[in-house]
């Protein structure tokens, strides 16, 4: 009966083990994701301004 019981703790602390790896990992791929999708926005903005102003026409006085 002691037996039935460890293995059901070693399987049971195992898989929840497994699961919080997989949280993990998807919840650092999430937040990798965030952070390129706003440095590409950012940077996006950027280039669009310094296009802006390189290629602006010059103002008739």
């Known amino acids: 009966m002691l037996f039935v019981v460890f293995v059901t703790q ?22 990798a994701a965030r952070k390129v999708v706003k440095n590409s926005r950012t940077l996006s903005k950027v280039i669009g301004k310094r296009a802006k102003n390189k290629y602006q026409l010059p103002k008739q006085f």
């Open 10 to 31: 070693t399987l049971y602390s195992m898989i929840k083990g497994y699961l919080e790896v997989k949280k993990a990992k998807s919840k650092r791929t999430t937040e």
